[in-house]
Each structure stands twice: as structure tokens, then as C-alpha cells.
């Protein structure tokens, strides 16, 4: 029986609620589909920080690289300063483990969580693919007479060609293998960022010409939210670089429902990759068996088809589309009609 090493980094808040949910559902899928899980707990965190002041050990990424797939509940405390764990724990991870693609299914499982008028669970079922590991998250910049009246806050979009071209061949690779329509649109915003964005246009065409079997467009960043909103259903496969992705997905996730259903994906094809639901630590909810785990649930199928398990995670995601559609009255904390630990049987009784 096939084994995979997962590292479980539940994190903060209600994070390891939702990931101890995510991973009784993938207990019982790997039991159903015949393959083990061997997990492996980690601490890293905002209370790891409070007690210790040490953000991630010097030994943490080499004992990452020894795993199949790291699972990963939400990073944020109350009592942390933002951006402390942020960087030095996501940022971290993502760079030092290459993880270079981010993957962002937006996909509406039921037209009664949508904020857009008369929009179906067919109009909304998109992927973003997002530059993971370049761009303005790169950390390049100064300040120039900080604390004066001349100040000036300098911070530096870096991409390079090899980073730019292997996301975007990714994206046809993607594109070509699971993009319902075949088409791949580039988002960026070639009228003002005419040096970052004349290398991803030049690159994106250059990498099309040996892909004639996926269709190609371009959209400026601001009408790609635009038509997120106005007609989802034109998009099929979007890449974009590290900034416009970050943004463009949160709205995808408000179209397809809520931060409580959306699930994400950092990859390293080659490598290890790293797989979260996409909203934060929601301390407020600490503790109360409230909070929607099946953005969790999600993140463990796109975990189990990464590491090649893809009829189990077919499986954990066709059983989290029924649960949502006949058992959940809303997505939001509080209001699903059940428990944060029910939600989770609901799934294992549904595989």
C-alpha cells in the first residue's frame, strides 16, 4: 500500500480545527482508495512566536523538503505584528521550497451563495494561476529620508525571464490538460507597466506558438475584475504575476461563495507543494466549532491529486459539491446549520 509523508502545519486560530477536518476526510478517502497517510505535526505559528520569538527554525525548510505535500491551516495571531509571520512563514516556504505556482480554483458549487445576479454554477468554474515567487512579493525596495516631508517608499516589481516563462508554461500545460474550453488569458496591465508586463506579453505569446491547441487573450488587470463580476463565464485558465493574482482571486473566491469553500495551492512541480484553504485565522472564532471547513476539505483534494491520488480527490470534491448543494444553509461561520466537526462527517459519510 502506497504511503505519502504529509507535513501538517495547522497553524493559527481556527486553523487546526478546519485541518483536522480536512484530514479526517482524507483519512477516509485514502482508506476508501486504498493508500496511507503518514502525517507529521509542526507548531510554526503565531504562538510558536509568542513563546519562542523565533518565526521558523533554521532546520524547518530541509525537513519540508523530506515530505510529499505540506498541509497548511491559516497563519495569523492577534498579539503578531502583520507581516512578521507572513514573511517569515508563507513568504518563507513559498521561495525557499520554489513553490512557484500559486493555484486558485473559482468554482460556485450552488447558485444560492452567489453575490452576482443570475449567475450558475456553470458560469462561475475558472482557474487563476498565479507567478508565486517574483514580482512585488520579492521584497526589493528602500526608503529614501524616511520620516521626512521628502520622503519616498521605493519597492521593486522584479521578474525575470526563467520565473515569467515557467509559470506561464505551466499555465498551458494546465491549460491544455484540464481547462474546460481550452483557453488561457494573460491579465497584466500593459499600458502603464510597460516593462514588467512587455516581458510576460512578449513571453506569453512566444511559449503560445507551441501550444496552437490552446486559444490565447489578453485582458488589462482592471477589466479582468470587471468581468469577474459581469460575465464570469468568459474565463476559463487566467495567468497573471504574483501582485494582480493576489488580488484578482479574493474576488474570485467572493463570486464563487466565500473565503469559507475557496482552496489553494502553492506548487512546486518538481518539488514539494503546499496546499491551504485561502481565508485567514479567524480568531474571533477560536475555539467555538463554528467556522466552514470545507475550504480545508478542498485544499486536501487538491493535496491528494498532486501527489497522484486523483480518483480519491474527484471523489472528495463531487461528495463537497452534494454536501453544499443539499445539506449547507449558508457558508459563513455560524449559519451552515452545522457543527464545524459535522460539516467534516458529513463529507466522510458522503465517500
Known amino acids: 500500500m502506497k504511503t505519502y509523508k504529509i507535513a501538517v502545519i495547522p497553524g493559527d486560530g481556527t486553523g487546526p480545527e478546519v485541518i483536522a477536518e480536512g484530514l479526517k476526510v482524507m483519512e477516509a478517502a485514502a482508506s476508501k482508495y486504498g493508500f496511507k497517510l503518514d ?204 501582485m494582480f493574482g493576489d488580488i484578482i482571486t479574493d474576488l474570485g473566491a467572493m463570486i464563487q461563495g466565500g473565503m469559507g469553500i475557496a482552496a489553494g495551492g502553492n506548487i512546486n512541480p518538481n518539488g514539494v507543494s503546499m496546499f491551504e484553504p485561502i481565508g485567514g485565522s479567524a480568531p474571533k472564532y477560536t475555539g467555538q466549532n463554528i467556522i466552514n471547513p470545507l475550504a480545508a476539505v478542498c485544499a486536501g483534494a487538491m493535496l491528494l491529486r498532486q501527489v497522484g491520488e486523483s480518483q480519491a480527490a474527484n471523489s472528495i470534491e463531487h461528495i463537497v459539491k452534494e454536501t453544499v448543494r443539499t445539506k449547507i444553509k449558508d457558508l459563513a461561520a455560524g449559519k451552515m446549520g452545522y457543527s464545524t466537526r459535522e460539516v467534516g462527517d458529513l463529507v466522510v459519510k458522503g465517500l
Open 39 to 242: 502525517t507529521h505535526n509542526y507548531d510554526f505559528g503565531g504562538a510558536r512566536y509568542l513563546r519562542t520569538k523565533e518565526v521558523l527554525p533554521e532546520s524547518a525548510v530541509g525537513e519540508l523538503k523530506k515530505f510529499d505535500a505540506i498541509y497548511l491551516g491559516a497563519i495569523g495571531h492577534p498579539d503578531v505584528k502583520p507581516g512578521i509571520l507572513e514573511k517569515g512563514i508563507l513568504l518563507r516556504l513559498r521561495f525557499d521550497l520554489d513553490q512557484y505556482i500559486n493555484l486558485r480554483p473559482v468554482q460556485l458549487f450552488d447558485e444560492r451563495f452567489c453575490p452576482l445576479k443570475n449567475k450558475k454554477p456553470e458560469d462561475i468554474n475558472f482557474t487563476v494561476i498565479r507567478e508565486n515567487s517574483e514580482g512585488l512579493y520579492k521584497g526589493l525596495g528602500e526608503f529614501q529620508n524616511k520620516g521626512t516631508k521628502d520622503e519616498v517608499a521605493i519597492q521593486i516589481s522584479h521578474n525575470t525571464r526563467k520565473g515569467v516563462e515557467r509559470c506561464i508554461r505551466y499555465a498551458f500545460e494546465y491549460t491544455r490538460a484540464y481547462g474546460l474550453k481550452k483557453k488561457l488569458t494573460l491579465c497584466g496591465k500593459t499600458n502603464v507597466l510597460t516593462f514588467a508586463f512587455d516581458l510576460w506579453e512578449r513571453t506569453f505569446y512566444e511559449v503560445a506558438k507551441e501550444y496552437p491547441d490552446v486559444k490565447t487573450e489578453y485582458t488589462h488587470v482592471d477589466a479582468t475584475t470587471m468581468w469577474f463580476v459581469k460575465n464570469p463565464e468568459w474565463f476559463d485558465v487566467i495567468v497573471t504575476d504574483n
